[in-house]
T-cell receptor, first 111, second 116 residues
């Protein structure tokens, strides 16, 4: 079993849809949870990060962490074609520097 | 700020050749990371440095890979000899030290390596 699992997709949705992206993990030591967005032929860029369990909202994006289930989610409201990218979840323990990335979910938002 | 700079952006080489990838981190950042991304394995951390000192190289796949950071503004990842299975996109990232355990990593555009 990989340390971080993520459905690779591709996931295609119509513009304006609510998108749900998810990761599961096995290491209970993970405390920091990140979502990175990667456009084609570009490096990943940080979207959001959360510490421990709970929700965090930033504009159209909401990140949720459920440590008891070892499950994290990213919701995108009112999805736009510009949201089309690969979304990578990442996690680290309290030492912070060694990030473990999920394989990424490729999202296409169709106009 | 120009962000993390990597060169070359694309490299095509033949099996057995030496390959050197270069990275200039964001000025003032204390940490530098080298990652490899493939379809099969996703994004994997190879090695990271703190203040030019290698801290964790457990992700370096084998002795053919080596990384150096001679100063705060430059790092290299070398593969010698290269093999077709080394074909991947190699990313460099840097992060500042904020005093807390979590520091955002900023990624460069990557070097796409093809070994024939």
């Amino acid at each position: 079993q990989k340390e971080v699992e993520q459905d690779p997709g591709p996931l295609s949705v119509p513009e304006g849809a609510i998108v749900s992206l998810n990761c599961t993990y096995s290491n209970s030591a993970f405390q920091y949870f990140m979502w990175y967005r990667q456009y084609s032929r570009k490096g990943p860029e940080l979207l959001m990060y959360t510490y421990s369990s709970g929700n965090k909202e930033d504009g159209r994006f909401t990140a949720q962490v459920d440590k008891s289930s070892k499950y994290i989610s990213l919701f995108i409201r009112d999805s736009q074609p510009s949201d089309s990218a690969t979304y990578l979840c990442a996690m680290s323990d309290n030492y912070g520097q060694n990030f473990v990335f999920g394989p990424g979910t490729r999202l296409s938002v169709l106009p | 700020d120009a962000g993390v700079i990597q060169s070359p952006r694309h490299e095509v080489t033949e099996m057995g050749q030496e390959v050197t990838l270069r990275c200039k981190p964001i000025s003032g950042h204390d940490y530098l990371f080298w990652y490899r991304q493939t379809m099969m394995r996703g994004l994997e951390l190879l090695i990271y440095f703190n203040n030019n000192v290698p801290i964790d190289d457990s992700g370096m796949p084998e002795d053919r890979f080596s990384a150096k950071m001679p100063n705060a503004s430059f790092s290299t990842l070398k593969i010698q000899p290269s093999e077709p299975r080394d074909s991947a996109v190699y990313f460099c990232a840097s992060s500042p030290f904020t005093g807390g355990p979590y520091n955002e990593q900023f990624f460069g555009p990557g070097t796409r390596l093809t070994v024939l």
